[in-house]
Each structure stands twice: as C-alpha cells, then as structure tokens.
C-alpha cells in the first residue's frame, strides 16, 4: 500500500516562510513527476509546482519567485521551500506523485494546512 505522507504546515505570518515534504511510504518506482497543488476554500484544486524526473519544474504564476520545488528520488521526497507568503496562498496543500509505468498513476497525499494571517 503506497503512502504519501506531508508534512510542514501550519500558522504564518504574512511575509514569513514555510517548507512542506512529502515522503511516498511502501513500494512506488518509476516516479516521473512529483507535484504540489493546493486547494482554498469554495475554490478548485490548482497546481502550484510541479518538477519531472529530469528535473525541469513548473510553477504557477501566482507564485514565481516565491516558491522552490525539489525532490530526492532516491528517497521518493518532494518538498516545497515557501517564501514571501501571502493570505491568499493560504489553503490546502496536497502532495502527488506520478508513476509512468507500467501504467499512468497518480498518487495523492492527504493534505497540510497552510494559513498565512496576522
């Protein structure tokens, strides 16, 4: 049984900085894209990063320059470096990994709340 376990939110103040991880338990291989997306209340979940097995990432627009994905494949970890945040990335943040082979899976974690207040 696969596992996606996150770690790391919590309660921040406007400006601050927080790092997510999410770790894959159990047997997964052939992880090709490793994810992070988020969901606000009365709002549909969105991509916020994304980084492929290679290594070329993607972010949202709303968070360039802000936010850094990374991942340790040989630990099937991602993690999200969250910097300059903002009340509205407040949200769930949810973790996914795909595997390409033999067939296309994807793999969801169970989510970490993220608030940015004063």
């Known amino acids: 049984q696969v596992q996606l376990v996150e770690s790391g939110g919590g309660l921040v103040l406007p400006g601050g900085s927080l790092r997510l991880s999410c770790a894959a338990s159990?047997?997964?291989?052939?992880?090709?894209?490793m994810a992070w997306y988020r969901q606000a209340p009365g709002r549909e979940r969105e991509l916020v990063a994304r980084?492929?097995?290679?290594?070329?990432?993607d972010y949202a627009d709303s968070v360039k320059g802000r936010f850094t994905i990374s991942r340790d494949s040989a630990r099937n970890t991602v993690n999200l470096q969250m910097n300059s945040l903002k009340p509205e990335d407040t949200a769930v943040y949810y973790c996914q990994m795909t595997v390409t082979a033999p067939g296309i899976v994807h793999y969801w974690g169970q989510g970490t709340q993220v608030t940015v207040s004063s």
């Open positions: 159990g047997r997964l291989f052939n992880i090709n894209t």
């Open positions: 980084i492929t097995l290679l290594g070329p990432t």
